[in-house]
């Protein structure tokens, strides 16, 4: 017990490297445009100026780091005590060797939870390590140890599950991380050319400039990709899991059963009221243990509407989520 407890306290302190390195080139990079940029190489431009470029600098630089904050420290949502299985249920659950036992077990304590996605082979989605049924969207993060509600992905640069609680946070992180980097490239463009053309002169600064704009170009880049294409999930109110494996409803698999087009999607994200969309505080729409459905499928990239072959199906199915225990 001992050694596995010290390799588990060892694994948590290592995952605070990304998040520590991240910090340490945001203060860098603070100290660098400020200091060296502001301070000791903008000459030729008027204190007006000046003060205005500081001015932007540290608005973008407040809701970048306010928005990475709450995405690092906003504990994942778990599933609720409504979705653990009573302790006697839990105990014949537990004792059974059979299968097909076990998931009558597990149908019969799912009759009352609202629940519309199974496993791919038709089955309850439960989780042995939580002991818990998993509501639709939930998934086990290994890396957490716990299940999280509409679980996006683990992401080590903030040492956190990304899912329910914090998806907006993670948005918003990505968003003002790459204003960030994208006005700090904007604005010592012109004193990089300057340095490295010679026309300014050697000094401290001058390290400090070249590499401030290589690092904001590079994040730039990465982030960029990143963003767009969580943008893009948002748009069609996927996870990053559902991209790559379409959830399962009683009519098979359906990569769009939680889309409700496009305005809705991105409500169901960042809430009805758009002036708290860009802050980071949590608007998101939901309990995150239960998610409206569509009985169309819209894909909006082979710009056709069809319905489920089995739509009637499918209504039953919503108001009664599954059917009679097996005999």
């Not at 630089?61 to 995405?71: E, P």
């Not at 640069?157 to 204003?179: D, R, T």
């Not at 590079?218 to 963003?227: A, D, E, R, V």
Request: net charge positive; glycine share 4%.
């Amino acid at each position: 017990m001992a050694p596995t407890h010290v390799l588990r306290c060892c694994q948590r302190g290592l995952a605070w490297i990304p998040v520590i390195f991240i910090a340490l080139v945001v203060c860098w990079s603070y100290y660098a445009y400020v200091v060296e940029l502001c301070i000791f190489t903008i000459t030729s431009i008027g204190e007006q100026s000046k003060f205005v470029y500081l001015i932007f600098f540290h608005l973008s630089f407040i809701m970048f780091v306010w928005s990475y904050w709450k995405t690092i420290f906003t504990k994942p949502a778990n599933p609720s005590k409504e979705f653990c299985l009573p302790k006697a249920e839990k105990e014949r659950y537990e004792k059974e060797e059979r299968p097909e036992s076990q998931q009558e077990i597990l149908w019969r304590a799912a009759t009352s939870l609202p629940l519309y996605t199974r496993t791919g082979a038709g089955a309850i989605r439960y989780c042995d390590r939580c002991q818990v049924i998993k509501p639709d969207r939930c998934h086990h993060c290994s890396a957490c140890d716990m299940c999280v509600l509409k679980m996006d992905h683990h992401c080590p640069w903030v040492n956190n599950c990304v899912g329910f609680s914090n998806y907006k946070f993670f948005i918003l992180f990505l968003a003002y991380s790459l204003l960030y980097c994208l006005f700090i490239a904007a604005t010592v463009l012109q004193y990089f050319i300057k340095f490295w053309t010679n026309e300014l002169p050697d000094t401290h600064a001058k390290f400090h400039v070249l590499f401030l704009f290589f690092v904001a170009a590079m994040f730039c880049i990465s982030i960029l990709s990143l963003f767009s294409y969580h943008l893009w999930l948002v748009g069609k109110n996927r996870s990053t899991i559902e991209a790559f494996r379409a959830p399962v409803f009683r009519t098979g698999s359906d990569k769009n059963g939680f889309s409700l087009g496009f305005r809705k999607n991105i409500a169901q994200v960042f809430g009805d009221q758009k002036k708290y969309w860009l802050l980071p505080v949590f608007t998101s729409q939901g309990d995150g243990l239960t998610f409206p459905t569509r009985l169309v499928n819209v894909d909006a990239e082979q710009a056709t509407v069809t319905l489920h072959p089995d739509a009637q199906g499918l209504l039953n199915d919503i108001m009664r989520p599954f059917p009679e225990p097996l005999s």
